[in-house]
C-alpha cells in the first residue's frame, strides 16, 4: 500500500529527482584502534555516547537512522550502571576536534541521587529520570589516544562557550559608527581547536578545576570507595563530583524544572553574561538565599558543599572511613564560596597558551589575506587600483581584444543576418516545392533554383544548396534537409562557410535541419510550411567558419582570425488545445541549445586542438537544457531569452483562471483482454487510458499501464502504451487505483498543455463523483463536463545551464584563464550555480586551478525549499587558491574558503535575508545566516550581516572587521 501511494504521488510530478540518503552506525568496530573512556556526570546512566567529528562549518556531523530520526553520527556506546563509557574508533580521527555528546537516544536514561536526604520524593541512591532532549558535550581541540573525556554539565557549559559569538561588541576606544550597541548579542558560532580549547580553559578557571574535561569525578556518595589515585587527583575528583552533584537540586529550587530544563535555562545564563556568572545575590531573607542564588556561582559553591557536607556526616555516622581527600575537598569549596562578592559578576580571562601561539598567529594573518583579498574582488581586473584579483595589463589586453572582435562582428552582422535568413527562406521555399503544390514564388526571396530530380534548392551561383533527404517507402514522421558541405554564403570580409565536422556528441554529421511532424510523411504528402508547420525542429550546424579582421589595439595591427561556431538547437512547438483558442498560432520553445565558439589566431590551427603555447585561443562552449518546453506557450513564434521563467497572463485571451469542461472519465472493462482500465480526456488532447490488471507471471502482482488510445470509452482502439508499466507487488483492483489517485490529488490535478495545472472539480460534472472521503466513478459511463481551476502555471525554466571559456592570451609570458559556469534552475527563485575562475594557472588539481603563479576561485550557490521546516535555504561556497603572495614575507601560495548558509521564511515584510532576490524574496523577520571562513585548512571565524548592509567577519579569539557592503 505505502509503494503504491508512493507512486501515486510520484504521478504528479513532471519532473522526479532522485536522491539516496546513506548512514552508517558505528559501533565498537574490530577494525578501531584507538580508545576512549570517561564518565558521564556522576553517574548518569544509559547515555548513548557519541564520539563526533566536526563539518567543514565546524559543527557536529549528524546522520539519518533506519526510523529516520536525525543522531549525530560517528563512533558510540552507552554509559553502564554507574555512569562510565569506554569506546574505540579509527586512528584516523586521532588529532581532530572532536565534540564528545550524551543523548537518551539509546532508551530511559537516569542518574542517581546524591544526596543522603533524599531528592524531592527519590531516596538516597534512587535512580531520577533524565528527559529524552538530553544533549550534553565535552570538547577537545585534539583527540589522542587514550584519552579522558568527561562529559558532565560544566563541559557542556564549555562547549556552548565554544560555540558561541557575541555579534555586537565594539572593543574599547575601538568603536566603529555602524557597529556601536552597548550591549553584546550571543550568536551561535561554530566549534574550532581553538576555541574548544580556550573555552576549557575559561570554564576550568571558573571553577577552581585543572582540566574541566579529563578531571573524572568522584560523586559524595561514593567517597569511601577505595581508590589508587594519588591524593591532590582523588580531591579535585571528590571537589568535582560535589559540583556536579549541586545541580539536581538547584533544578529543584528552580521551581522543580528539570535536569535537562535547568541546565539550558543555566547556560542560557552563562551565555548572556559573556562566559560569566553573578558571583552572589543580594538577599534580604536569609531564608531566600538558596532560591536567590540558583543561578550564580554562590549557589553552586554552596549547594556542592552542603551535599559533600552531608555525605561525609552520613558516612562517619555508620562508622565508614572518610579519605582526608573529601575534607580537603570541602574546605576548598568553602573557602571559594565564603571569597564570592554580592553583586559583583566573575571576571575570568584565560592567556593565550604556548600551544595555541600558532593559532593566533593564524589568525592575525587570516585578517590581513581577508582584507587584501576583499579589496583584491572589489577591483576584480586592477583597473581601479591596480591591485586586483588579475594583472590589470592582462584585462586591459583582454578587454580590448575582445572589443575588437565586437567591432569586427558588428561590421559583418548585417551580412551575416541575412545569409542566415536565406537558409530559414530555402527551406521554406524546397517544402513548398516538395508539397503537392508548386514552388510558392513569395518564398523565393533570393533568386533561389529548384531542382525536382536532386529535390534541391540552390542559391544564385550555387554558392550553397539545400538537399531533401530521402524518406522511407513507409514514411517517417521526420524530413531531414542537408545543407552542402562545400557550399558557402559570401559576407563581408569573406564567406561563411559550412563544412562537415563531428557534433557535440562527437559524430560525424552533415549539417542539416530535421522537421518532426505528428503524423507519418511520405514523398508525396510533404506539407509546405504554411499548410502544417512541424511539432519540432532539429537544427545540426558542427562547424561554421567565417573570417573577423581585426583592426584594433589589443594585438597587432589589422590581426586576421578564423572563428567557428558550432550550434546545435532542439525547437519544441506548442499549440494551445483551448477550443476558443484554436485560432492561435504554434509557437516555439528551445529545449536543448549547444553553442561552441572559437576565436583563434593561426589559420588552419583548427580548434580541435588544445590550447596552444603560441599565438592566441579564445574557446566558448555553452549547453543549455530547459524545462516545460513542450508545455509553456511563450510571447513570440520563435524563442527569446525574455521568455525564461515569465508566466503567461490570466486572462480569458491567454491563460483562463477557470475552464468550464476541463475533464472527462469513462471506467470500464476492455472486451478483448478484460483488463479494466480508466479513460480520461482534457479538452482535446489525447484520450489517456489506465490499465490496472494481474500479474500472468507473478502471483499478488498488479500491474498498472498507462496508454494512448484513439477514442474515448468502449471500443477504443489502443494506439501506444509506456515501454515499461509499473509492477505492485500486492494485488488491487482499479476501485482501488482511483482511490488511491483521489487521496493524493492525482485524480483532481490535470495539466493543460500551454497553461499550466488546474484543479478539477469532481462534484460539479454530469455526475458527482464524491462521497465523502472516497470518490465514487460508475462504470459505463461517460461523465463530462467537470471544471477546473487554476493552480500553478507552466514557466519555461532552466534545467541545465553549463558555460566554459578557455583562453590563451600572447605575450612575454603566456597566460591560460579559464571560466567555467554551470546553473540549474527549474524554478524562478529556487536554482543551484557554480563558478570555477582559473588565471595563469600552470596545470588542474581536483577542481583546483594551480600553479606558481595561479589565482583561481570556485564559487556556488545554492537556493532550495525546505518542505519539512516551510523555509527558504541558501547554502554557498568560497574556495581561493593565490600562489606568489608576499602578505606575510616570503611568497607563499596560500588557501581560503568560506561556507555560508542561511534559512529564512520568505514574507512580506521589508527585512532582508541571505544574498539573492532580497527585494522580492523577504524574510518574515526570522533570517538566520552566517557564513564560516577556513584559512590555512583552519577554521578561523564567521561572517554576518549585523547591519543592513554591513557584512563582521568575527574571529575565534573575538575580534572583528567590518567587510562593508
Known sequence: MIIRKLAVSLALASLVACSSNSSSFREDDSQADSGLSGRVDNSVRGARVTLVELTTAGQPTREVDDSDNVIYSGYFTTTDTVGVYDLTYEESSNSKAVLVIATADSGAVTYQCERPSGCGSVAYLGNISIDDSLDMRAGVGELADNMTINVNWITELASTLATTAYIDASPVGDADPEVDEETDTAKRAFYSEYSIELANKHVSTLFGLTDVVSVTPVGPSAITAATD??????????????????????????????????????????????????????????????????????????????????????????????????????????????????????????????????????????????????????????????????????????????????????????????????????????????????????????????????HRVSTSGGSLTLTLQDIPDEGSKTIQINLNNDGALSISGGSLTWKTATNSVDVETIPNIVLQYDDVITDSTIPAWADQEPSALYVVWPSVSLPLQLSGTSLDAAAKNSVEVLFETTLVGVRDPIPAHSAYEQRFNAFTVVLWVCSLSATGAGCETELSESGRKNVILSELITVNAGEFYPDTKWPEFSNVFQPREISAAETPQNISNLVKYYRGVESDTGYAYLDSQILNEPVRRMRVYPSPTIDDATIVEDCIVDSFGAGAEIESCESS???????????????????????????????????????????????????????????????????????????????????????????????????????????????????????????????????????????????????????????????????????????????????????????????????????????????????????????????PGVYVVRYVDGTWTILGS
Open 229 to 454: 589515585k594519588p591524593s591532590s587527583v582523588h580531591q579535585e575528583s571528590i571537589y568535582m563530583g560535589a559540583l556536579l552533584s549541586a545541580l539536581p537540586v538547584l533544578a529543584d529550587l528552580n521551581g522543580g524544572s528539570s535536569y535537562v530544563s535547568y541546565l539550558t535555562a543555566l547556560t542560557d545564563e552563562f551565555i548572556s553574561d559573556g562566559g560569566q556568572l553573578l558571583q552572589r545575590a543580594a538577599v534580604a531573607d536569609p531564608a531566600n538565599e538558596n532560591v536567590a542564588n540558583v543561578f550564580t556561582l554562590y549557589g553552586i559553591y554552596n549547594q556542592a558543599y552542603q551535599n559533600l557536607n552531608e555525605s561525609i556526616n552520613y558516612f562517619e555516622e555508620r562508622n565508614a572511613t572518610v579519605p582526608v581527600t573529601a575534607r580537603r575537598a570541602l574546605t576548598s569549596l568553602k573557602t571559594r564560596r565564603d571569597a564570592l562578592v554580592i553583586g559583583q559578576m566573575t571576571d575570568v580571562e584565560v592567556d593565550v597558551s604556548e600551544e595555541l601561539a600558532d593559532w593566533k598567529t593564524n589568525i592575525d594573518q587570516a585578517k590581513v589575506f581577508v582584507q587584501d583579498l576583499t579589496a583584491r574582488f572589489k577591483d576584480f581586473t586592477g583597473q581601479e587600483t591596480g591591485n586586483g584579483f588579475i594583472d590589470a595589463d592582462y584585462s586591459d589586453r583582454m578587454e580590448a581584444y575582445f572589443e575588437d572582435h565586437n567591432a569586427a562582428y558588428d561590421g559583418i552582422a548585417p551580412s551575416l543576418n541575412s545569409a542566415l535568413k536565406a537558409v530559414v527562406d530555402m527551406t521554406q521555399y524546397l517544402l513548398s516545392c516538395e508539397s503537392p503544390g508548386n514552388c510558392d514564388a513569395a518564398l523565393n526571396t533570393g533568386g533561389f533554383s529548384y531542382n525536382s530530380t536532386a
Open 725 to 947: 508499466p509499473i509492477i505492485f507487488a500486492e494485488a488491487f483492483d482499479l476501485e482501488q487505483w482511483i482511490q488511491d489517485l483521489y487521496d493524493a490529488d492525482a485524480l483532481q490535478i490535470q495539466f493543460v498543455t500551454a497553461h499550466g495545472s488546474y484543479v478539477a472539480d469532481l462534484t460539479a460534472g454530469s455526475q458527482n463523483l464524491v462521497s465523502g472521503d472516497d470518490v465514487v466513478i460508475p462504470s459505463d459511463t461517460e461523465l463530462t463536463g467537470y471544471p477546473g481551476e487554476l493552480l500553478n502555471q507552466y514557466r519555461l525554466t532552466i534545467g541545465t545551464l553549463d558555460v566554459r571559456m578557455d583562453s590563451v592570451m600572447p605575450g612575454d609570458d603566456q597566460v591560460f584563464t579559464t571560466v567555467i559556469g554551470n546553473l540549474i534552475r527549474k524554478t524562478k527563485d529556487y536554482f543551484d550555480a557554480e563558478i570555477r575562475f582559473g588565471y595563469n594557472y600552470d596545470y588542474e588539481l581536483s577542481g583546483i586551478y594551480a600553479g606558481a603563479d595561479a589565482q583561481s576561485f570556485t564559487a556556488s550557490y545554492t537556493i532550495e525549499y525546505d518542505e519539512a521546516n516551510d523555509f527558504n535555504v541558501e547554502l554557498g561556497s568560497l574556495t581561493v587558491f593565490r600562489s606568489g603572495v608576499t602578505l606575510f614575507g616570503a611568497e607563499e601560495p596560500i588557501g581560503f574558503s568560506a561556507s555560508s548558509e542561511a534559512n529564512y521564511t520568505p514574507g512580506t515584510t521589508d527585512t532582508g535575508c541571505g544574498l539573492y532576490n532580497r527585494d522580492k524574496l523577504v524574510s518574515e523577520g526570522d533570517c538566520n545566516a552566517v557564513a564560516y571562513i577556513t584559512f590555512r585548512g583552519a577554521l578561523l571565524g564567521s561572517i554576518r550581516e549585523e547591519r
